[in-house]
């Protein structure tokens, strides 16, 4: 089985835009949350999220340019470009068809759709649609334009399995090149949901925190005191290949996707199975992939959502996956700092593990002060800690009982 390596990160996230300036952010414990600034929040009871900071399209596309993509897409965009320029890939005639862009979402062009809907819902004319809307709302519309603007073509999609759609697309793509159907791919996920409707419909169904005295302690990850998730945006793309091909064009190889796993609850729409049954599969299944025992895994960015079903269903999937080693590995939440960007936080937290794996520093999950008794395992509380790391776990689970695990080994 041909193995597969990252070569390549791109990242627009709550705390920066780009990979390192995301990362340093992330190590430093710095929240990416505050007050939204994306519509006005008087009248709802959650006023706070994780929005990218100083977002300006203009500066990464021409004005016009920007008018015809949805949120999401300027951000699928960037953050491919990213990943592209840090591998050193040139795509061209050589190579473009064994070239694969699979960049999901979980939510598509929800912003654009809502806008549209609300000027013909005030208008009554269907005439000032905008003749973009429906490329603005695909689902598919990020990899479609990663595609053409980097002219890869070889398959192109979007996997959509809600808040696990960042891995599952990582771990497709992988699968794509291990199968010989492809040679290297672009692989991620962008999410931009902060929208009116999308913020009230999470509050309706009990996830989001309300807390807004202070948006940076707001999400609180295994904590006795947490209050739910703050809602975030943000795309992260990785370039991934056949460990043969980037030898050959001698890429940077920073790190090599050892296995992938998923799983499904089959339980019920929103809440995860509450003994972590299908987690936990996804889990083993991984390990499985990998050819990897449990003790070979040296810290867990966790799906860490603060909200009150998910932390302990987590801690019990991890317990059942791992047994007593479980207790053994460093496990954190990337989220008590980006916030929950829903599929996308998958692709931040796959490139957080490759980061972590080059730097050997597992970063930590802040607000962490009060631990629910519940959640008893090594969480990383408030502090970056230095770590021998050779294997990395990166956990993402969905709603409609979505789950999926990736493992990154250092090579």
């Known amino acids: 089985m041909r193995r597969v390596v990252v070569t390549g990160l ?5 705390l920066a835009l780009g990979v390192e300036a995301s990362w340093e952010a992330l190590c430093a414990g710095r929240s990416g949350a505050g007050f939204i600034t994306r519509f006005d929040p008087e009248s709802y009871r959650v006023k706070i999220a994780a929005e990218v900071p100083d977002w300006d399209p203009t500066q990464h596309m021409s004005a016009r340019a920007a008018r015809r993509l949805d949120r999401y897409q300027q951000l699928a965009l960037v953050a491919a ?30 912003e654009s759709y809502y806008n549209q809907a609300e000027l013909l819902f005030d208008t009554g004319d269907p005439r000032r649609i905008t003749p973009f809307g429906i490329p603005m709302l695909m689902v598919n519309g990020a990899s479609g334009l990663i595609s053409i603007e980097t002219g890869a073509s070889g398959p192109s999609g979007a996997l ?6 960042g891995a599952d697309s990582i771990g497709r793509a992988c699968e794509l090149i291990r199968a010989g159907r492809i040679d290297q791919a672009l692989a991620g996920c962008s999410d931009a949901p902060i929208i009116p409707i999308g913020v009230g419909a999470f509050d309706r169904v009990g996830a989001c925190s309300r807390e807004d005295r202070d948006p940076s302690r707001a999400s609180r990850p295994f904590d006795r005191n947490r209050t739910g998730l703050v809602f975030g945006e943000g795309a992260g793309v990785l370039v991934l290949e056949a460990l043969d091909v980037a030898r050959k064009r001698d890429a940077p190889v920073l790190a090599e996707l050892a296995g992938y796993g998923s799983s499904s609850d089959a339980f019920h729409s929103t809440a995860p199975d509450p003994e972590g049954r299908g987690a936990a599969a996804a889990i083993v299944n991984a390990l499985r992939d990998a050819s990897l025992n449990a003790d070979d895994i040296d810290y867990i960015n ?15 999937a991890l317990k059942r996956a791992l047994g007593a080693t479980a207790w053994e590995i460093p496990v954190s939440s990337s989220k008590s700092m980006t916030g929950h960007a829903m599929g996308a936080t998958a692709a931040f937290e796959a490139a957080f593990s490759v980061l972590a794996l080059r730097d050997q520093l597992a970063p930590p999950t802040i607000n962490l002060n009060d631990p629910d008794p519940e959640c008893d395992l090594d969480y990383v509380p408030n502090e970056t800690r230095e770590l ?24």
Not at 302 to 316: F, I, P, S, W, Y
Not at 395 to 411: E, K
Request: aromatic content about 4%.
């Open 10 to 14: 791109g990242l627009v996230t709550p």
């Open 81 to 110: 470009r990213e990943a592209l320029a840090n591998s050193g890939l040139e795509i061209d005639e050589r190579n473009a068809e064994r070239t694969g862009v699979i960049v999901g979402s979980a939510v598509g062009g929800v």
């Open 160 to 165: 959509i399995s809600a808040c696990a759609t």
């Open 302 to 316: 966790a799906h860490g959502t603060a909200t009150r079903l998910n932390d302990v269903m987590e801690t019990k």
């Open 388 to 411: 021998p790391l050779t294997r990395v776990m990166s956990n993402a689970f969905g709603f409609g009982g979505h789950n999926a695990s990736l493992i990154f080994s250092r090579i």
